[in-house]
């Protein structure tokens, strides 16, 4: 009945034959329910101990990495530093993509830059078989903050539209305009290799490899303007998705994703950081509700990264994913908040250790120190595995059903187990439920609970912390999501 996981490999497995009580108590609401719910289903689910043997003890195997498929190894195979140096090797040749630059010069400016992307996801597309199609959503940026005349701002873009549940929207971005020292200063150059051709160059890789793929759900990959100036394209485009009622379940920006030699001159070429904030600033009316029940760690842009965490780790990506708890970096931003202000789950990738005198900086030699943002300081297989980590997030998200609905935990009366409820999502084989320790950052343990609405689960929800995530073919999962009351 999907009830036990069959490979108790782990050292926090019990042995055979230690299976306890302990477990999941019932589960009901869709066609396997009535096998689950009575003694069977508690005495599957065998105890185990918490991460270094902490409290509470509890049901359910450990949380584990999930595996990729055969797909996403192809797809990880095919991401190919050499194409990502080309991007980024081209958008510097644009000399500045300072977003008050010439729109119409064919060779210096932010318009040749704008229509080589566009040019490249248009022949990307032909791959397709028309499955993906490329527009330049744009509008006019009246004079505002660091943009000083009414200004075209202009994003390019390429939605992989999905087979199954093309309604449900994941997106990848970077951000193709380069600033100098000087942020209005839209003619020096300004190469922005790292800030962020890197980024456009995940972008336009991934959709590349892509292309001739059939996700299930809808893949967004973005190239947008305006970023230096005040987040000016994300915003548009993610207000956009708000109006037009898009359920976007996942944003990542890719932003200074180019150097793995940090500033002190040390390299760390495996690690990338993932930046995701826990409450809006100020709290949204749902950051409060989870406030009320110290979710505060549970916000649905955590989740997404902890989920990114599962899926495209070291062993499939060459990659160690640092996921940090915070919105980004003290006195920096990104794009992530645009889509985050509009109510969407989003997170930002960096490299792990950045050399300030290669960003925001004019191209120029100083005591010897060469400053700017040039294409020397990027490291192409570094970007590569960027890709890679996107890639796995990005491929493993459309692949699976999406993060479970109206997810509630029952509060009616003092109880000391957890009952859980959720919309059942006919896409969905299953469900299971996850927990963690309260003082532990990720999901710990997992309980199968088959194709069911609720379960409960004899676990205090006092004490530790719950989410449920939905199973798709071949087990994908979806990122968990954390209950609320049920009111
Ligand atoms: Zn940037």
Redesign the pocket.
């Known amino acids: 009945m999907g009830i036990s996981d069959p490979t108790p490999d782990a050292p926090l497995d019990p042995p055979p034959g230690t299976a306890t009580r302990r477990g999941l108590i019932a589960a009901s609401g869709g066609l396997a329910a009535a096998g689950l719910v009575g003694g069977t289903a508690a005495e599957a689910a065998p105890g185990a101990p918490s991460p270094r043997g902490s409290w509470p003890s509890g049901p359910g195997r450990r949380n584990r990495p999930q595996e990729p498929g055969a797909e996403l190894r192809a797809i990880l195979r095919e991401i190919d530093p050499r194409r990502i140096r080309r991007t980024i090797e081209t958008l510097v040749s644009f000399g500045t993509r300072h977003t008050l630059s010439s729109q119409d010069d064919p060779r210096r400016g932010i318009g040749a830059a704008r229509d080589w992307i566009e040019a490249e996801l248009r022949r990307i597309a032909t791959t397709s078989g028309g499955r993906m199609v490329v527009d330049v959503p744009s509008y006019v940026q009246q004079p505002a903050s660091r943009i000083p005349t009414p200004t075209r701002i202009s994003n390019v873009r390429a939605t992989l539209h999905g087979g199954t549940d093309p309604d449900r929207v994941y997106v990848v971005s970077g ?1 193709y305009d380069s600033r100098a020292s000087d942020v209005m200063d839209a003619v020096s150059d300004a190469p922005g290799a790292d ?2 051709a890197s980024g456009v160059a995940v972008s336009l890789e991934l959709a590349r490899v892509m292309a001739t793929r059939r996700p299930d759900a809808t893949i967004v990959f973005l190239a947008v303007a305006g ?2 100036q005040g987040l000016y394209g994300s915003t548009f485009t993610a207000q956009q998705y708000r109006a037009d009622g898009t359920d976007v379940q996942g944003m990542f920006t890719n ?2 994703v180019g150097a793995s030699r940090g500033d002190d001159g040390s390299v760390d070429d495996r690690t990338v950081r993932l930046f995701a904030e826990g409450l809006r600033r100020p709290p949204t009316d749902d950051d409060l509700a989870r406030l009320a029940v110290d979710g505060e760690n549970d916000s649905p842009a955590r989740e997404l990264a902890r989920f990114v965490g599962e899926v495209a780790g070291r062993e499939v990506t060459g990659m160690d994913v640092q996921v940090v708890y915070r919105l980004d970096r003290y006195l920096r931003g ?1 794009d992530h908040l645009s889509f985050l202000r509009a109510g969407y789950p989003a997170a930002r990738f960096t490299e792990p250790a950045e050399d300030f005198a290669h960003q925001h900086q004019d191209v120029r030699v100083e005591d010897g120190r060469q400053y700017g943002d040039l294409v020397e300081f990027c490291d192409m297989d570094y970007i590569a595995r960027v890709a890679r980590v996107n890639g796995a997030a990005l491929w493993s998200l459309a692949t699976a059903p999406g993060t479970p609905r109206d997810v509630v935990v029952d509060t009616a009366a003092l109880t000391n187990d957890t009952t859980l409820r959720w919309t059942r999502d006919p896409a969905a084989t299953g469900y299971e439920v996850v927990w963690r320790p309260t003082t532990e950052p990720t999901w710990t343990h997992v309980i199968p609970v088959g194709a069911v609405s609720s379960a409960t689960i004899d676990l205090s929800k006092d004490d530790v912390v719950f989410g449920v995530r939905a199973l798709g073919a071949g087990g994908r999962r979806s990122p968990a999501a954390f209950p609320l009351p049920a009111r």
Do not use: A, R
């Open positions: 951000h800030d962020d970023e230096e932003d200074i990104g």
